[in-house]
């Protein structure tokens, strides 16, 4: 008899689609791959009434909802309203307390306000709101991959991330992440599961090992 497949839901980083996962490489026999791509926001959308919606894309009951960098916040927010096999962030943040002290300080003087997303129109650019000035040489891979750019999203996109309220970690969201991710640094990061010489981008260049930590995650009961 066949064995049933379990089903598996990405949800990428900022302004990222569904290419960042193009190194994942999971058994196709075992699982069914889905990506789940950014909605466009309503005008005032609160992060649970988004959150709600993306989730509201998911068909099927006890899958494996995996996150990326923002796209870890999405889904932590996803889960209440899922019953899910299991909850995975990676290179990401479970709470504000792992927010860097540059997002802290964009969050008290709105900074994020400035960011003038009308006229992001370059990869270059993108990466540089999305990701960070002082990783933009390091990351110019992500340069492909960054093409939502639509403005109502990266407004909503980028505040959200910037204003995540969680205080505490939820109790059954598994972490994966770099040491040397200079986005989301190591130091402010508890209890990963680590990658050594990880950067912010290892869903791309370190698939491989990002796969076989998923599927040893997933399989293990």
Not at 42 to 57: D, L, Q, V
Not at 143 to 156: A, G, I, M, S
Not at 187 to 202: A, S, Y
């Amino acid at each position: 008899m066949n064995q049933e497949k379990i089903h598996v839901y990405f949800v990428p980083g900022l302004a990222a689609g569904k290419e960042i996962f193009k190194n994942i490489n999971l058994p196709k026999e075992h699982y069914k791959i889905h990506i789940l791509e950014w909605l466009i926001p309503n005008k005032k959308e609160s992060i649970e009434a988004y959150a709600s919606r993306m989730a509201s894309r998911i068909k099927h009951n006890n899958s494996v909802l995996i996150g990326v960098s923002f796209g870890g916040v999405m889904v932590q927010e996803m889960s209440a309203y899922l019953s899910l096999r299991r909850l995975i962030i990676v290179s990401s943040v479970k709470c504000r307390n792992e927010l860097p002290a540059r997002l802290k300080i964009a969050k008290k003087t709105r900074a994020y306000k400035l960011i003038p997303t009308s006229l992001v129109l370059s990869a270059d650019d993108l990466t540089k709101y999305a990701i960070g000035p002082k990783s933009k040489k390091r990351l110019s891979l992500y340069n492909t991959y960054l093409h939502v750019r639509n403005k109502k999203y990266l407004d909503w996109a980028i505040e959200n991330m910037v204003c995540w309220k969680r205080e505490k970690p939820l109790e059954d969201v598994i972490h994966i992440h770099g040491d040397s991710d200079i986005v989301f640094p190591i130091k402010n990061i508890k209890n990963p599961i680590l990658l050594e010489g990880g950067t912010h981008i290892m869903i791309l260049n370190k698939g491989s090992w990002v796969s076989e930590k998923l599927i040893e995650i997933i399989e293990n009961n």
